[in-house]
């Protein structure tokens, strides 16, 4: 199983970026999938997921109305629309996929991508 986060970059603050996350090894269609971010001296925390299915989305408040995840089950993939990007978004970013019952707790997935990171300038 591997997954492989790609679309990070440095972006001034305002701006857009979209994240993707190819999964292989697995049929993930009924999986959760994720995206975590961790910046520097920081813990690891919960940004976004999407239920496999329904496809039903949570984020974490601070990107709420700004981030939009969402997911191919046909080729595999995931994705993280981010607008109105800050300096605070600043992280790296990592996808992540399991058979989870609580969402936002990183231990409870199984597989993650390698982190993809992003930079805001002000």
């Known amino acids: 199983v591997q997954l492989q986060a790609s679309g990070g970059g440095l972006v001034q603050a305002g701006g857009s970026l979209r994240l993707s996350c190819a999964a292989s090894?697995?049929?993930?269609?009924?999986?959760?999938m994720a995206w975590f971010r961790q910046a520097p001296e920081k813990e690891r925390e919960f940004v976004a997921a999407?239920?496999?299915?329904?496809?039903?989305?949570r984020y974490a408040d601070s990107v709420k109305g700004r981030f939009t995840i969402s997911r191919d089950n046909t080729n595999n993939m995931v994705y993280l629309q981010m607008n109105s990007l800050n300096p605070e978004d600043t992280a790296l970013y990592y996808c992540?996929?399991?058979?989870?019952?609580?969402?936002?707790?990183?231990?409870?997935?199984?597989?993650w991508g390698q982190g993809t990171l992003v930079t805001v300038s002000s």
């Open positions: 090894g697995r049929t993930f269609s009924a999986y959760v």
């Open positions: 999407i239920t496999g299915g329904f496809g039903i989305t």
């Open positions: 992540a996929t399991g058979t989870v019952t609580r969402i936002s707790v990183d231990s409870e997935y199984a597989w």
